[in-house]
């Protein structure tokens, strides 16, 4: 029997649901499957001791490990398989998963959720489940789909984990529906509560609105911010940990404005107009940051 080791992104439903399709998938496959959440700013060492011993292969779903962790898995000789669409991930290993070093689908287009389920059941006789494409719908931030942001709401209220996504799948449709309307004023409310933690930061010249994160919200919390501060062309939602801060970034999409350079310097990574790092102070964004 082989043993498999699934790493999610950890912080939303598109890193936990690609996840739990992935564990299903194995599992199927007859394969006895870890899963390990994982997110901006991971210990190598810390995760890998999650990793069972005698592992054979490694999946990322929704997220990707640092080149030079990916060069050390490839060294230690796992079967390395990503599904991934993050602009960083693509950049950082697409020479690595062209010289065959790494497998798996790295595509932007699609949702982490998306390409697992494509690249793991597309070729089967199984019904996409109908959550797959509501996901992608979220994560892209289309929303051109009825319900989309009370299904994911419902879903986001339980724990960002593969026990959490089974919880919430295990609900139909229609009440996942009807618990993301009952869901909605009491997330108004802790928006608007949210909006007294704003202040403005300069960095490197970029005007920023900081705010505390109401993490699973983060995202709508974010679209907010930037229609309250129209002439501020970032937005910084930060979470305070025992090691630091996590952040979760967006650009101003409608000016076009790149954060991955700052996330980068940050040693954190995402899309263009979203994405994150785990930082000890705004300065790791910045080499001038004015308050």
């Known amino acids: 029997m082989k043993k498999v080791a699934v790493l999610h992104h950890s912080i939303d439903v598109d890193g936990t649901f690609s ?21 901006y700013g991971y210990d190598f060492d810390e995760i890998m001791s999650k990793v069972e011993d005698g592992t054979d292969i490694i999946v990322m779903t929704d997220f990707t490990m640092e080149r030079e962790d990916c060069l050390t898995l490839i060294g230690r000789e796992y079967d390395i398989r990503i599904y991934d669409h993050h602009e960083t991930s693509y950049k950082h290993i697409i020479d690595l998963y062209n010289d065959g070093l790494i497998t798996g689908c790295l595509d932007l ?12 059941f597309g070729q089967s006789n199984a019904e996409q489940p109908w959550y797959i494409d509501v996901i992608n719908d979220h994560d892209l931030w289309t929303h051109e789909l009825p319900n989309t942001k009370e299904i994911v709401l419902a879903a986001e209220s339980y724990p960002m984990t593969i026990e959490g996504a089974e919880e919430a799948i295990s609900l139909s449709k229609e009440s996942l529906i009807e618990k993301g309307r009952t869901l909605t004023s009491y997330q108004e409310q802790l928006l608007a509560a949210a909006d007294n933690t704003a202040y403005e930061v300069i960095i490197d010249g970029v005007k920023c609105i900081c705010a505390h994160s109401l993490l699973a919200l983060r995202s709508v919390q974010a679209a907010r911010l930037h229609a309250l501060y129209p002439d501020h062309d970032v937005v910084i939602l930060m979470t305070q940990r025992v090691d630091g801060f996590t952040t979760s970034v967006r650009g101003h999409k409608d000016k076009g404005v790149n954060i991955l350079p700052m996330l980068e310097r940050a040693g954190g990574g995402g899309h263009k107009y979203a994405g994150g790092a785990k930082i000890q102070s705004l300065e790791d964004f910045g080499t001038e940051v004015t308050y």
Do not use: H, M, P
Not at 19 to 39: D, M, P, R, S, W
Not at 109 to 120: M, N
């Open 109 to 120: 287009s699609r949702c982490g959720t998306k390409i697992t389920w494509d690249e793991l």
């Open 19 to 39: 996840g739990l399709l992935a564990k299903n998938y194995f599992e199927q496959a007859g394969c006895k499957v870890t899963t390990v959440g994982i997110n």
